[in-house]
């Protein structure tokens, strides 16, 4: 682990905006995330400004998602000239004039079946948020590896275990 | 009364299979394991974080020190314990992830991941708590490092 690039809290306020919007180089990047990983105040900091990045991000596209568009495409389609009469209409006139016609509602009785089918055998779905364990230590019993690098360490917070294998050590690891 | 019988007789069917695949779904319901294998590329080029991510920040942070996290593949499958599960993770390799047991609300999990035909990189048994996840990093990527979160969930 090296620290050459070691930057104080001083420096990573100053330089606070520029890492947050990636700009600067990959050196300064690196320092920077490096001290709000050991920082407790700018790695807090960090977290408060990347939550309001999101929300600012969502608030944006829910009133995008808000905008009315159908007024616009109507008047889009007021100024086009009139199309010729869709496939739907005429597959649907044709499908009327065969034989087999009436078997349409066992059809919808048979796919209705297939529906329910499928959402009894479908997977169920599982919460999108990740891990929310207060304790999430693993414990290895057992690691081979043919790298030439192993490490296996925890984070403080959920107290959750890496295990690294690479030709290279892992940088930057506690 | 003519007509009622055949008419039960014609659903008669239908439901019997739906009947059958409620019971089979309950009765394999108790014994299934989810399991969630997500690769990150991590890279120290930009300061983007992947707000697909969002929910393993504290993890990341706290593991890792780049400065950029991109979820770059996510899978999920629902197995039986002792059914092994191979997971394609990204630069050609295969992540075998067999679900052993439940016990005291831990999962216990045998892990290997493959690249090519070499010797395994990383061949391991551990448990994690129910709903937990462990990560395994290191697997060079040409635009940075892959980092593998394997997370299991029993489905009760």
């Not at chain 1, 700018?42 to 600012?56: I, Y």
């Not at chain 2, 019971?23 to 989810?34: H, K, N, T, Y």
């Not at chain 2, 197995?79 to 047991?101: K, T």
Request: hydrophobic share 45%.
């Amino acid at each position: 682990m090296s620290f050459e690039r070691e930057i104080n809290c001083h420096d990573f306020t100053r330089r606070f905006d520029g890492f947050l919007d990636g700009e600067m180089d990959a050196h300064s990047l690196r320092s920077m995330a490096i001290h709000a990983s050991h920082c407790g105040s700018c790695g807090a900091d960090l977290e408060h400004a990347e939550s309001m990045q999101e929300l600012l991000v969502r608030a944006v596209e829910a009133e995008a998602d808000r905008i009315d568009s159908s007024r616009l495409w109507r008047g889009i389609e007021s100024r086009l000239e009139p199309a010729p009469a869709p496939v739907l209409h005429r597959l649907r006139d044709r499908v009327a004039g065969l034989r087999w016609a009436p078997a349409v509602p066992a059809l919808a009785v048979g796919g209705a079946l297939a529906a329910l089918l499928a959402l009894l055998f479908w997977p169920v779905a599982a919460p999108s948020d990740p891990t929310r364990v207060a304790d999430n230590h693993a414990q290895i019993d057992r690691i081979e590896s043919s790298a030439s690098h192993v490490a296996v360490w925890s984070e403080p917070a959920e107290h959750t275990t890496a295990i690294w294998v690479a030709s290279y050590e892992p940088e930057g690891v506690p | 009364m003519n007509i009622a019988v055949p008419l039960a007789r014609r659903w008669l069917i239908p439901f019997a299979a739906v009947l059958s695949a409620i019971f089979v779904r309950l009765a394999v319901a108790d014994s299934e394991v989810a399991l969630r294998v997500r690769t990150v590329l991590a890279t120290d080029s930009g300061s983007d974080f992947d707000q697909r991510l969002t929910g393993y920040r504290r993890q990341l942070r706290g593991l890792f020190h780049y400065t950029s996290y991109r979820l770059v593949k996510e899978e999920e499958r629902h197995c039986p314990f002792g059914l092994p599960n191979n997971f394609e993770i990204p630069g050609g390799r295969y992540l075998e992830v067999l679900p052993v047991a439940l016990k005291e609300n831990r999962l216990r999990l045998r892990v290997l991941l493959i690249e090519g035909t070499s010797p395994p990189p990383l061949d391991t048994d551990f448990t994690v708590p129910n709903r937990g996840n462990i990560w395994v990093g290191g697997p060079y990527n040409p635009d940075g490092v892959l980092l593998i979160s394997i997370g299991a969930e029993a489905m009760q």
